[in-house]
């Protein structure tokens, strides 16, 4: 396993070492405000995340479902910038907790990517996370994370062949982020079948932590998916919490506090299913 | 006009890769500089592969050629004539040849494509087809094709669209379709393409995505070309046929650019035919209302392929204006982005009011009221036979792609025009 000193790898490894899944918490940049979010993330941080993702929040998020559109919407109405997203890392990964930006990639493009990967270290972030960047198509993007000693993460499908999956994941730094469903994000009422023969498609390929994103958001199917998985990746769920409370940001990091408390329980409670990485 | 020897033109006879054509990612031109490609989510990677795959062998397939032929013959009334625009020809000092695509079948160029998308989707055994659409031109083409093909058809438009556009929503309801207004972003054309995109991701095992232009993840570009490339491969032969020699200009509107590239695509080895793609310049590219996206935009990914996009510093998608909903767009195929950069095509913008003059002009001098899409290049076209006539005089030649008709733009032209009240008794001036 590789990784830098801010790496996702050393959180993962921490978890498997309690024997548990590590939970991954996701929240965009600038919602509901740019300080109301890195107040959010240090929430989550306190109350059992150890892992954060920080959506850079974009216009035309193809993954993302109505939850967390409106979210980043509401952010980029705000006014939130790159530089901002910058910021937010800067702040939540004071916390020492491993930070990693999920982005569409156009942003990163017109930011500069070399540019981005440098102020992206600077900050103390620990890589990307890229939703509509495959390796065979990043190039630049995995050179200057090389450069910068940043964590790759990309994504695989329960669509992708295996010859895609083994591709994938002998790009990835960090963890390998497996998408449950075929579909976008959002809360789901129970989690998906497909989930699990796909982690252990992936689990085959490399020695990496697989994570597991789209639709967890109680405490029990926290526990479901990390009795296969390495990593429990929440986001829906949690920007739900502090959009129920719309104009009362205490009430809502009260609710984050309750609902991160719930998943990281979960993860704690899973029974285990041996998945020892193919080539450990 | 140049003289040239007939060269082969059946109307959707598939191309070998030339030097503006795709690699085999998708990739135009330079692969350092990679316009096109795809960026897209690793779940829609399968899916691209299976219609990669499926398009190269039914393009290989005499058979399916043969049956695409014949249904665009008889189904959808092709080929479209190749018309001498005499008055409006007299009035500029050149010639003017409009090819027809109004005349086809619903009305629009549209239609090549999305009976290929459609006939390709039957090959694959899938039964759903879903689609994107601005001004419901596209969105009327796939409910057309999916109701001549027994398909289940979802069109997402913005809802804003839906406004400006109830008659095409109606048709579309009347053709079978389901109509999903889409509220999000902008609510207009690239907020439907991102809803289209997010059904794709859920149902791709039985769906396909009947994308409506030139644009979008490779193999979307060069397919939707080679679905409509039959509008140049036609207007060349009829060119070559009725007047024994080529063109000097061709010329046709560019939102996402699937007309303008079929035409195009028959023209890029001729090098003495000056290729025009004309964007919507809205209220002028030095304003911020305006959807000149090669003119006006910048390098950028949207919707899975490097291209020109209007954006703001940030990379964020900046909202498009034109008159038109059907070039209101902030992308464009990659393959215009391609021909800009190497030169082979010039593109330059039109705004509204110069195309309303030219919707105005079009029906006054030829009796034919063009989609105001298409006003975009009638109105840049007469500005190269004003040119080009000046150079070599009246037998200079310009061809048109007169994409659609303008029924749908009726309540638009009303407005901008006043138009609808009784003349006085001395008429209408």
């Avoid at chain 1, 829906?236 to 329980?265: I, M, N, W, Y």
């Avoid at chain 2, 989510?41 to 219609?51: G, H, R, S």
């Avoid at chain 2, 039914?58 to 013959?73: C, N, T």
């Avoid at chain 2, 899409?373 to 080009?388: C, D, K, P, S, Y």
């Amino acid at each position: 396993m590789t990784g830098s000193a801010t790496g996702s790898a050393a959180a993962f490894a921490r978890a498997r070492a309690e024997g548990r899944a590590a939970l991954v918490g996701y929240l965009p940049a600038g919602f509901p405000d740019v300080a109301g979010s890195v107040e959010a993330l240090r929430t989550m941080v306190d109350a059992g995340c150890d892992v954060l993702e920080i959506g850079l929040p974009y216009s035309d998020p193809v993954m993302d479902g109505p939850t967390i559109q409106a979210a980043a919407q509401q952010a980029l109405e705000g006014g939130t910038r790159t530089r901002d997203v910058l910021r937010v890392v800067e702040a939540a990964a004071e916390t020492g907790t491993p930070t990693l930006v999920m982005t569409y990639w156009n942003p990163v493009e017109r930011y500069g990517v070399e540019r981005f990967a440098a102020d992206l270290a600077s900050a103390g972030g620990a890589g990307l996370i890229t939703p509509d960047l495959t390796p065979d198509s990043a190039p630049e993007w995995i050179a200057a994370a090389d450069d910068h000693g940043l964590d790759k993460v990309f994504l695989v499908s329960p669509s992708s062949t295996d010859a895609r999956v083994a591709m994938t994941t002998a790009a990835c730094r960090g963890f390998v982020y497996a998408t449950a469903v075929m579909g976008v994000t959002g809360a789901r009422a129970t989690t998906s079948d497909l989930a699990a023969p796909l982690v252990a498609r992936t689990h085959a390929t490399t020695d990496l932590p697989v994570g597991v994103g789209l639709g967890v958001s109680t405490g029990d199917q926290a526990a479901e998916v990390g009795s296969f998985a390495d990593g429990v990746i929440v986001g829906s769920a949690f920007v739900r919490a502090l959009q129920d409370h719309p104009d009362d940001l205490p009430a809502g990091l009260a609710a984050l506090r309750t609902l991160t408390e719930d998943l990281a329980g979960g993860v704690r409670r899973a029974v285990r299913t041996p998945q020892e990485p193919a080539r450990a | 006009m140049t003289q040239v020897a007939p060269g082969p033109a059946g109307p959707t006879a598939p191309a070998a890769r030339g030097r503006f054509d795709a690699d085999e990612r998708g990739y135009f031109g330079d692969p350092a500089l990679g316009w096109g490609g795809r960026f897209m989510p690793e779940a829609l990677v399968a899916a691209l592969d299976e219609l990669t795959d499926a398009w190269h062998d039914a393009m290989a397939d005499p058979g399916f050629v043969a049956e695409f032929e014949a249904v665009l013959r008889d189904y959808a009334g092709l080929p479209s004539p190749l018309y001498h625009a005499e008055r409006l020809s007299r009035q500029v000092g050149a010639r003017i040849l409009l090819k027809r695509e109004d005349l086809n079948h619903t009305g629009a160029h549209k239609i090549r494509n999305v009976l290929g998308q459609a006939l390709l989707t039957k090959r694959m055994g899938k039964t759903r087809v879903i689609a994107e659409t601005g001004a419901g031109q596209h969105g009327v083409a796939s409910a057309t094709a999916a109701a001549y093909f027994g398909l289940d058809c979802t069109v997402y438009m913005g809802a804003v669209d839906t406004r400006r556009q109830a008659l095409n929503v109606a048709r579309m309801h009347l053709l079978g379709a389901k109509v999903v207004a889409v509220e999000s972003g902008s609510a207009t054309l690239k907020d439907a393409i991102n809803e289209a995109l997010r059904d794709w991701v859920a149902s791709v095992d039985h769906t396909a995505y009947l994308f409506g232009t030139a644009a979008g993840p490779h193999p979307f570009p060069s397919m939707v070309r080679d679905f409509t490339r039959g509008i140049g491969d036609e207007a060349r032969a009829q060119c070559l046929e009725q007047y024994g020699v080529l063109p000097d200009a061709v010329a046709a509107c560019v939102g996402g650019g699937s007309n303008a590239i079929g035409l195009f695509a028959a023209f890029l080895d001729d090098e003495d035919v000056e290729v025009w793609g004309f964007e919507a310049g809205g209220d002028g590219v030095d304003t911020p209302r305006h959807a000149a996206t090669i003119v006006g935009g910048s390098s950028g990914v949207l919707h899975g392929a490097r291209t020109f996009v209007l954006q703001d510093d940030d990379g964020q998608t900046r909202e498009s204006h034109s008159i038109s909903a059907g070039l209101d767009y902030p992308g464009v195929g990659p393959q215009h982005a391609h021909l800009a950069a190497t030169g082979r095509a010039t593109y330059e913008p039109v705004t509204d009011a110069e195309a309303m003059e030219a919707m105005a002009l079009l029906s006054r001098t030829e009796g034919i009221i063009p989609a105001i899409e298409t006003a975009h290049a009638v109105a840049g076209a007469i500005r190269v036979a004003t040119r080009l006539a000046a150079e070599k005089g009246p037998d200079a030649t310009v061809l048109i792609s007169l994409s659609g008709r303008g029924d749908k733009d009726m309540g638009t032209a009303i407005e901008w025009f006043g138009l609808g009240q009784p003349d006085a008794a001395e008429g209408r001036p």
